[in-house]
């Protein structure tokens, strides 16, 4: 079983930076492909961005590319979403999520098939 908890939420001006963390536990040597999901009020949760546990493969939803940038601390279960020019329709709850890999080299976009799953952590924009 993997445990994840994400933290870094806030609120934001339109413009300005943050960054989310997500730190996995309960299986120290496994292999995790990971990704940050969203869900805006009345909206589906949706991809943002995900990252291979050891191949250096990453993917983005369109909107976010060249402004959000996913990393993975090496030696540590954490992942990081830095995020750069922010917008209020980025508002939304960020999830962490993860599934095991051993090849270490999955990237994936569907929330189907990440197997775990953090409490969210809320990002608000205002304008």
């Known amino acids: 079983q993997v445990q994840l908890v994400e933290s870094g939420g806030g609120l934001v001006r339109a413009g300005g930076s943050l960054t989310l963390s997500c730190v996995a536990s309960g299986r120290p040597y496994s292999s995790l492909a990971t990704g940050w999901f969203r869900q805006a009020p009345g909206k589906e949760r949706e991809f943002v961005a995900a990252t291979s546990w050891s191949s250096g493969d990453t993917s983005y939803t369109d909107s976010v590319k060249g402004r959000f940038t996913i990393s993975r601390v090496h030696d540590k279960n954490t992942w990081y979403l830095k995020m750069n020019s922010l917008k209020p329709e980025n508002t939304a709850i960020y999830y962490c999520?993860?599934?095991?890999?051993?090849?270490?080299?999955?990237?994936?976009?569907?929330?189907?098939?990440?197997?775990?799953w953090g409490q969210g952590t809320q990002l608000t924009v205002t304008s």
């Open positions: 999520a993860s599934q095991l890999d051993p090849s270490g080299r999955l990237v994936t976009t569907k929330s189907t098939e990440y197997d775990y």
